[in-house]
DNA sequence: CACAACAGTTGAGGTTGGCAACCATGTAGG
DNA sequence: CCTACATGGTTGCCAACCTCAACTGTTGTG
């Protein structure tokens, strides 16, 4: 793309770092938040992040994807919430492989009752509108560009 | 239409869902490449989280509250580390219960690894310098106004 | 010295991650 | 039609991690 100057490198450069420890510093509280949250309902940090990311209908195969996991380990945290009658298996009738994930009325509560747990303590709710909508924006690009699967710069 | 305050809560109650949601798909995929990172130095998600959290010597303790898991894991964590030789239990002088943490020589450029590997591929490197550096003021107040504790808010 | 508090460890039970093998279904070629 | 192959999901195995409770050493206090 576009090389920078040299000599002002050092200054993003600085910056960058300091961004990045931050990053990871907010990536985890919010995974340790989000952990609290789901114990608080009885759900593994696996099994609630596979109701939120169902919302719609979702092959197996896709889920696994969203949760960067084998596809095997999909069918064990599948396997238990279907115990828990919070989702269902339903044969794709296309195409006679796929399951469809679907989330029962129960799992939509679930679910609900999940997302408001996160909303509480946010750490983003400490930011006012024009910071938020930056940082809206901010994300945005950040994960447009990022297609969630970087180069991976093979030896 | 007496009350209905939702016009002007909606709007930042959608941006902030929006940004909550693209919070947790930048944390799952900031994870995935830190995973990643990890695993081509051989190292498991918690080993390399440790090293990165013991730049200095460290009690047991304190790096379970930094990981935000229990003390006990901390045990098995370290004790591979130690196996590989990135790591030593050193026992406190002043208090002998006490082990400290000190990454040894082959630990620390393991660590340097890490830390270039996790720098590749960051998403956050997308951002042009102001963006860059509004995010760090950001993520600073955000990372204040939040230990690490939230306190369940009463709305 | 008796006692509580703290750092770290151990053990049991359960969940996840990663890999290889496997079954069932769909697809392409002969 | 039949074989060969690709794909979605499952199973089994093993290592790692999580949670909790019980346990050993050490420190601090009375």
Redesign the interface.
């Given at each position: 793309m576009h090389h920078a100057p040299d000599v002002?490198l050092t200054?993003?450069e600085l910056?960058?770092r300091?961004?990045?420890r931050?990053?990871?510093?907010?990536?985890?509280?919010?995974?340790?938040?989000?952990?609290r949250s789901a114990a608080q309902l009885d759900l593994t940090p696996m099994q609630a992040?596979a109701l939120?990311h169902s919302g719609a209908p979702v092959p197996m195969r896709a889920l696994a994807e969203?949760?960067?996991c084998d596809a095997s380990n999909i069918t064990g945290i599948v396997d238990r919430l279907e115990e828990r009658g919070l989702m269902e298996r339903v044969v794709d009738p296309d195409d006679r492989r796929r399951r469809n994930l679907v989330v029962t009325e129960e799992g939509r509560a679930v679910t609900e009752q999940l997302k408001a747990l996160?909303?509480?303590?946010?750490?983003?709710?400490?930011?006012d509108?024009d910071?938020?909508?930056?940082?809206?924006g901010?994300?945005?690009?950040?994960?447009q560009?990022?297609d969630?699967t970087?180069?991976p710069?093979s030896t």
């Open positions: 002002d200054e993003r910056l960058t300091q961004v990045i931050m990053t990871f510093e907010l990536t985890g509280r919010l995974r340790a938040h989000m952990d992040r939120f969203q949760l960067h996160l909303r509480e303590g946010n750490p983003v709710l400490a930011l509108d910071e938020l909508a930056a940082l809206a901010m994300l945005e690009r950040t994960l560009t990022t969630g970087p180069q710069t």
